[in-house]
């Protein structure tokens, strides 16, 4: 019988333990510089309270990097949208919400000092979107803890 060898990506791994994983990873690296404000700071205008989690933010910032890594050309405005909620407004009507624009751009400005993520601009005349992309080291180290992850389970 013979092995199979098969390239193993972010994406053939289950979204919950890449998170974990990778969170931890850069929490062990200290991968993040963590801001004075981050017990204070709610997630969005639709939260009531700050995380609960003392590291929510390293939680955030790979979620953010996977993000960057499944799709690229996203700016903060998309992000913001994909960490948005709903916000309830007692008993008038509840309406869809943005998340918070200072965490997304400080975690990005982040993973791009670290070489995860870069910017890349927009440029009209060849019609090349901008936005953040992966790094091929950022593509690699992502690779690598999604190779750990399948070779534990």
Not at 29 to 44: L, M, R
Not at 77 to 105: E, N, Q
Not at 129 to 148: F, H, M, V, Y
Request: net charge positive; hydrophobic share 35%; glycine share 10%.
């Amino acid at each position: 019988a013979e092995m199979e060898y098969r390239v193993l990506t972010v994406k053939d791994v289950s979204a919950n333990e890449f998170i974990a994983a990778y969170a931890a990873y850069l929490k062990r690296t200290d991968k993040i510089d963590i801001p004075a404000w981050v017990e204070f700071v709610k997630t969005g205008k639709h939260k009531e309270l700050p995380p609960y989690d003392p590291d929510w933010l390293y939680i955030r910032a790979a979620a953010l990097a996977r993000k960057v890594y499944l799709c690229k050309h996203l700016g903060v405005g998309a992000l913001k949208k994909i960490y948005g909620g709903k916000k309830r407004f007692g008993t008038a009507p509840s309406h869809f919400v943005t998340g918070s624009g200072k965490i997304i751009r400080y975690l990005l400005d982040q993973l791009t000092k670290k070489g995860i993520i870069e910017y890349e601009e927009e440029e009209k005349e060849s019609g090349k979107q901008g936005g953040r992309k992966i790094t091929r080291r950022g593509q690699q180290e992502l690779d690598s803890i999604a190779k750990q992850l399948a070779g534990s389970s």
